[in-house]
């Protein structure tokens, strides 16, 4: 059998740096290893000093494409350290906040990253000339995405008018209603991109390992914005208790942490929640899970993808009956935020953002100034588990071309939709020759 | 003539201004009908080293990151940066007010593993100090903001392709917010440094209610004295003016150190 040596240095199309490494000589693996090269941001470090008011505005720069989950964590964490309360309308307008940034973050994983790999090209570029309807309609999808944050967060990408308490500014009953109307004129739209997917579905390889999965868990909502902390081998946790489940460790191959938990590694993120809360899904969600023959607890990590689309119909339809929420009573323009006072405390905020559970916790002095932070985010919790699945899933390749074991690895990685950014942030295969 | 050849690159960053540029969507056509984009990591496979533009998002932290912008610079025939991270070091700067082995004290140092790993030994974890990248290589336009606005992105770019000037404008925020006929939220109750902030984000943030907290840096003269003076008026203690003047501008505040240092 030929030597392998496979070095993907920065991997493409995924959010940051990862490198991948395989060594293979006389059919043995010598080494297979997920790299993170990402240069180190340090916001542990440096948000100490800074005020309980610019907490989220300044760790939602941990990664822009969840900034808006980043963001609620981190207002979660100021809030429960000052016993803010929120209004209901508070809470609906996040939860709907947060489906958006789901919906934004899955369509553009699924249409641009992945669908590529499904069809056989290398970017969502070519695919402009040989599938122009498909690539308009993610392309639409998208926009709807980003058109909802903005109207509820003020922008897509760091999004500036969610503060402490509430919100600086909320959008008026009409503009939602004109949302409403936007999303129900778009489900054929989603229904289209889910067919051209699952017509594709077939690409996806078969590759089982069992693992356990980690998200929140609520008892009357599909848990994104709040919960508990519950996991697939039992097991159910207030967030406080976060520690317990993460470990934080570190390797030398990584500049992001790793964690793990009961077994060698978890995996976080839409199979996880699919697998630990999928009774809690909205009709359509359950019918197009169906449709892939996804059902839990489902242990191959290349489902992921399907996952997300499945959570796509979900946010769709709970979004909508939060707007129908809202309007009975009409938007409250006056009481947009809770007035409250600054005091010393800490507090923890956990959200589940596309990627995965997310946690912030900090503690303030007197004047609100941190003084203390740690920040878990979802890719650093998958880095453990996809390196285990290397080690599990690059034997079973030995015997294809380099260039085949070296795509389904790249599409290993991608499936967990890492965004490394936020890991501290990278992705690369290399093969050693 | 052949179209130029773009290619995209980060460094330490959220990756939020590729995704602004992402986000531009059917807008992107426009451009992407005037270039080749033959290098953009976050959204394509293909990746080639033959580019004449290099765009370049993220702060510049170890010697492999330095030694990478060198490589691309001296490959790029024109080469812009976009953001703040890259423009002035990113609030990730704010890092710097701590050594290396400080910061990688906080926050490694109290995980197994944590202490022996990350030496800089290990290239990963090597001197980690955030830099602009006007400070390590020369930079032929710097796009600002956290993130990006993807329009003006755009426009720079047309205006590069075309030779003419930048279209990056060098007054502040409250022209555009005055404009946009927002109430100033210092009529709130709140502060704004969007008085000497330079504008171009069609001031997003005081349109929503929000404060501007200076993502695009100062513009060329601000009248600081000024604005100093405005936010003690409004009871902020000097604590919290020099958070309000550093959280994406710490390097203007560590130009200003070394400044004093060296006199
Ligand atoms: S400037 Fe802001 S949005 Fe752009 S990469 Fe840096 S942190 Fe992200
Ligand atoms: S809100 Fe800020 S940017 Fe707008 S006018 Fe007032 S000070 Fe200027
Ligand atoms: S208003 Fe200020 S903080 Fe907001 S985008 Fe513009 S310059 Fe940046």
Same mark, same amino acid.
């Given at each position: 059998m030929s030597d392998i040596n496979i070095k993907v240095e920065h991997l493409t199309r995924v959010e940051g740096h990862g490198n991948i490494i395989m060594n293979a000589s006389n059919g043995q693996i010598e080494k297979v290893q997920w790299q993170i090269s990402e240069a180190p941001r340090f916001f542990e470090s440096f948000v100490r000093g800074r005020a309980w008011h610019e907490m989220a505005h300044i760790t939602c720069r941990i990664c822009g494409i969840c900034s808006i989950g980043h963001t609620e964590a981190s207002l979660k964490a100021t809030e429960a350290a000052m016993g803010i309360e929120l209004s209901e309308q508070t809470k609906i307008l996040r939860r709907l906040i947060k489906a958006a940034e789901n919906l934004q973050s899955h369509v553009l994983h699924v249409g641009y990253l992945v669908a590529p790999d499904l069809l056989g090209v290398d970017s969502v570029f070519p695919l402009i000339a040989t599938h122009p309807e498909a690539v308009k309609k993610i392309i639409s999808l998208h926009r709807l995405a980003n058109e909802m944050s903005n109207l509820l967060a003020g922008r897509t990408i760091h999004p500036n008018c969610m503060i402490p308490g509430g919100f600086t500014s909320v959008p008026s009953d009409k503009e939602m209603r004109a949302l409403k109307q936007k999303l129900v004129d778009a489900i054929p739209t989603f229904l289209d991109v889910a067919e051209i997917v699952l017509a594709n579905a077939g690409a996806l390889p078969n590759f089982t390992r069992e693992t356990e999965f980690i998200a929140l868990t609520a008892d009357d909502e599909y848990a994104l914005y709040d919960g508990d902390i519950g996991s697939t081998d039992g097991g159910r946790w207030p967030v406080e208790k976060y520690l317990e489940i993460t470990n934080e460790f570190v390797v030398p191959q990584s500049t992001a942490k790793y964690t793990k938990h009961a077994r060698d590694s978890y995996m976080v993120g839409a199979l996880a929640r699919f697998n630990l809360n999928y009774d809690k899904l909205s009709?359509? +969600?359950? $019918?197009? +899970?169906?449709?892939?023959?996804? *059902?839990?607890?489902?242990?191959?990590? #290349?489902?992921? *993808?399907? +996952? =997300?689309?499945?959570?796509? #119909?979900?946010?769709?339809?709970?979004?909508?009956?939060?707007i129908d929420k809202l309007l009975a009573t009409g938007m409250d323009q006056e009481n947009i935020c809770t007035k409250y006072e600054v005091k010393a405390g800490r507090g923890v905020g956990a959200t589940d953002v596309p990627r995965g559970i997310l946690f912030h916790d900090y503690t303030f002095d007197e004047n609100g100034i941190c003084t203390k932070a740690n920040c878990i985010i979802p890719t650093n919790q998958n880095h453990n588990n996809i390196q285990h699945d290397f080690e599990a899933l690059a034997p079973t390749l030995l015997d294809k071309p380099e260039k085949e074991i070296e795509l389904t690895l790249e599409m290993l990685v991608r499936a967990y939709d890492p965004c490394i950014s936020c890991s501290c942030h990278y992705l690369d295969v290399s093969w050693k020759r | 003539? /052949? &179209?130029?050849?773009? +290619?995209?690159?980060?460094?330490? *960053?959220? $990756?939020?201004? =590729?995704?602004?540029?992402?986000?531009?969507?059917?807008? %992107?056509?426009?451009? !992407?009908?005037? @270039?080749?984009? !033959? /290098?953009?990591?976050?959204?394509? &496979? $293909?990746? *080639? $080293?033959?580019?004449? %533009?290099? %765009? @370049?998002?993220?702060s510049i932290t170890r010697p492999m990151d330095v030694e990478r912008i060198k490589k691309i610079r001296a490959q790029a025939k024109i080469l812009i940066t976009i953001g703040a991270c890259a423009h002035l070091g990113g609030v990730q700067r704010l890092a710097n007010q701590w050594t290396p082995e400080e910061n990688k004290a906080e926050v490694y140092h109290r995980h197994p593993g944590g202490t022996e790993h990350t030496t800089d030994a290990n290239k990963f974890f090597n001197q980690p100090r955030q830099r602009a990248v006007d400070e390590v290589v020369k930079v032929d336009a710097a796009i600002p903001g956290c993130p990006i606005n993807g329009t003006e992105f755009a426009k720079v770019l047309l205006a590069l392709l075309q030779g003419k000037s930048l279209p990056i404008p060098d007054y502040p925020v409250c022209v555009e917010c005055k404009k946009n006929e927002n109430i100033c939220v210092f009529e709130l109750g709140k502060v704004c440094m969007g008085p000497v902030t330079r504008a171009g984000c069609d001031s997003a943030c005081t349109n929503r209610g929000h404060e501007c907290e200076g993502c695009r840096g100062l513009v060329s003269d601000p009248h600081m004295k000024a604005q100093t003076d405005v936010l003690e008026k409004y009871g902020l203690t000097a604590d919290d003016i020099l958070r309000r003047k550093t959280t994406f501008t710490y390097r203007y505040e560590e130009e200003a150190q070394a400044q004093k240092g060296g006199e």
């Open positions: 009709p359509l +969600a359950k $019918e197009w +899970a169906a449709k892939f023959g996804l *059902s839990p607890v489902c242990h191959n990590p #290349f489902m992921n *993808s399907v +996952a =997300q689309l499945v959570e796509c #119909f979900n946010d769709v339809e709970t979004t909508l009956a939060w | 003539m /052949s &179209k130029p050849r773009v +290619a995209f690159f980060d460094f330490a *960053s959220c $990756e939020g201004c =590729q995704l602004a540029i992402v986000n531009l969507e059917e807008a %992107i056509i426009d451009v !992407v009908g005037l @270039i080749d984009i !033959v /290098s953009f990591r976050e959204a394509m &496979k $293909e990746h *080639s $080293e033959d580019y004449d %533009i290099a %765009i @370049i998002e993220g």
